[in-house]
């Protein structure tokens, strides 16, 4: 599924989906994203993008894991999706892409297995 496609899904209109890029603001997985780039995530029935939001796959993340925390406060939760470290944790954050369309806004897509 095209990531211009999913950013419109998530709310975003084409002239604000453009602009952001142009500003650098749009990151998958902490990287600066210049074009429109095909994504091979989870979709629904109706080939809709399931997008989880950040906080509650953080919160019911930490709730399973209370250990994982102390690596958040070193690692930082955006920079651990798509590491090469290897341990419990980056094991679930693996399976999922972190999106980053401004400052504030964030959301996850599954990856397909």
């Known amino acids: 599924m095209k990531l211009f496609d999913i950013l419109k899904q998530s709310g ?7 602009l952001r890029i142009k500003n650098n603001q749009i990151t998958i997985n902490s990287e ?9 995530i989870e979709t629904d029935d109706k080939e809709l993008a399931v997008i989880t ?3 509650d796959f953080l919160f019911w993340l930490l709730m ?4 994982s925390i ?11 999706f798509g590491s090469n470290i290897k341990n419990d944790l980056t094991d679930i954050l ?4 972190f999106v980053r369309t ?8 599954k990856k397909v297995r």
């Open 12 to 18: 975003l209109f084409s002239n604000d989906i453009k």
């Open 32 to 40: 600066v994203i210049k074009d429109n780039i095909e994504l091979d």
């Open 94 to 97: 693996n399976d999922f892409i």
């Open 64 to 67: 399973k894991n209370k250990e």
């Open 53 to 55: 939001n950040a906080e």
């Open 102 to 109: 401004s400052k504030k806004e964030t959301f996850l897509l």
């Open 70 to 80: 102390d690596k958040f406060k070193i690692f930082g939760f955006e920079n651990l």
